[in-house]
């Protein structure tokens, strides 16, 4: 169920806000649905700048971090870098591994497992890393739950520090410094970083200690990591506020200008040369490409694309992940398909308010895209579990107002490890615990969750008249871009509103005409074809307005007759 809310105006605040903004009206309403009411916070939020960003060593153990891997470098140590496998471990492990090269620093290794591996550092590999005379390991997107393998790592006398995002527990793992901004005691003001904005922080701190000590003298300018940044961000569905929000912004300018071979590559497979990229274009056409190596083949290849300076190597390998992509998007319309069944055949699994299925055929690498479509289908918070022998590998997901991790903590005696964040989680469990761990998950949604929880919410930010819908607005809007998680489109609503031109284009997109008080608009709804509009209907719309070869066109995200 969708329910559409009407934000209520505060027009005493808007007026204020206008004025002392010089912006309409409009625009000042959505700052404030978004909750910024203060002009000087404002003008910041609409001149967005990378001065914003907070110094690094505000985040606990950073420097300690940067000292340690400066030493490193003097004695000429080797470091080894150990990444996630999804798009923002690659990412983030790319950005060291481009900083260490582009300072001169070689004497370097590097590992993203692939699945069959395990998420996080295992003995097995630092092992390796030891036979190597590997002397300091950095991890990145991962390690915060791994206990016993930092404390084997120190064992052989290798450092370890820790790069992570995802919830700490109270006791950490006995690294050399963990950095991680959701740690207790860390003063860093924003938590929600991914793991490849730490990264990011990581060597910008790192370039602090680098000029102290006279090892770089020139500016190293840290701007074109941020198409990285920016990809691995949107990819783990950030928040797009505060730091992050300043990253995604000049981070989708660096991907459009960017000279790095893979990222050209990327633009050439995706149809993005010449073109302004937005959050969806990463985050629907060049995320899932770098994410189907993880799924299904080698992370190390999506790896290579983003260190490569090679542009003919970096053209064959997104064409195996557009071939890899192409598998992974089979393989999950098969695994989504007969979990719909599952769900649609049994009665009392449709009334629970969780879904956890499981199976020992499906792929462990796609379970996760699934969870996301099984949340958007039937907003219910998701868990797939997919079993080799007797322990399953699950993916959760969630709906907005419901804390999946804590949720899957509350069942931790059941399982055999897990980790995640609000919306998102993995897990590990036995065969045999299943069933006990579907009824307390299901106990615990019950217990945590009304009614209300589980109708999706969307927000009208406010009822305008088509006269005022015009360039300085739209410009207005472009300057509270980029939109995506907690920074949404602004949604404004028309009512009364006449289409004068109708035809359908795609297989359920809608192309129209609307017209008020000889107003008109091109308008475009996606997913709405049968709604069942025709010619001459008088409607109600909301809507976000946009420049499309400089003419004001209306994306329709929700259309509605009036009978």
Known sequence: ???????????????????????????????????????????????????????????????????????????????????????????????????????????????????NEGYGLNKEIIKKFKDKDTKLIITVDCGIQNFSEVDYANSLGIDVIITDHHEPSEILPGAFAVINPKQKDCKFPFKELAGVGIAFYLIMGLRIKLREKGIIKNNLNLLKYLDLVAIGTIADICPLVKENRIFVKFGLNQIKNSNRAGIKALRQLCYLENKNINYWDVGFRIAPRLNAAGRISNPM???????????????????????????????????LS????????????????????????????????????????????????????????????SIKDFDIFNGIKMCEELLESFGGHKLAGGLMIKREKIAEFIDAFESIVNRLTTKDHFIKKIFIDKIVDFKEINNDLIKELIKLSPFGPSNEEPLLFANDILVSEIKGFGMNHLQLQVEKNNIAFEAVGFNIANKNIELGDSVNIAFMPYFENQKIKLKIKFIEKIQ
């Open 1 to 115: 169920m969708v329910k559409y809310i009407f934000t209520k105006e505060n027009k005493k605040l808007q007026d204020y806000l206008s004025k002392k903004c010089n912006i309409s009206p409009i625009t000042a309403q959505i700052l404030i649905n978004r909750g910024h009411e203060d002009p000087e916070e404002i003008e910041k939020f609409l001149n967005i700048s990378l001065d914003s960003l907070t110094h690094p060593y505000k985040m606990l153990n950073l420097e300690k971090a940067c000292t340690r891997i400066v030493n490193s470098i003097l004695k000429k140590e080797k470091i080894a870098i150990f990444g996630d496998y999804d798009v923002d471990g690659i990412t983030s492990s790319a950005i060291l591994i481009n900083f260490f090269k582009e300072i001169g620093y070689n004497n370097l290794i590097w590992h993203i497992p692939s699945r």
């Open 301 to 335: 290849k999506a790896l290579t694309l983003l260190i490569t300076d090679q542009y003919h190597e970096a053209l064959k390998i997104t064409d195996e992940l557009n071939k890899n992509n192409y598998e992974r998007q089979k393989i999950e319309e098969k695994i």
């Open 338 to 397: 007969e979990a719909i069944k599952l769900i649609e055949k049994d009665d009392k699994l449709k009334s629970r308010k969780s879904i956890v299925l499981y199976s020992d055929s499906w792929h462990e690498g796609v379970i996760g895209i699934v969870s996301s479509k099984l949340v958007e289908k039937y907003y219910k918070p998701t868990i797939l579990i997919s079993f080799s022998g007797n322990y399953g590998k699950g993916s959760a997901r």
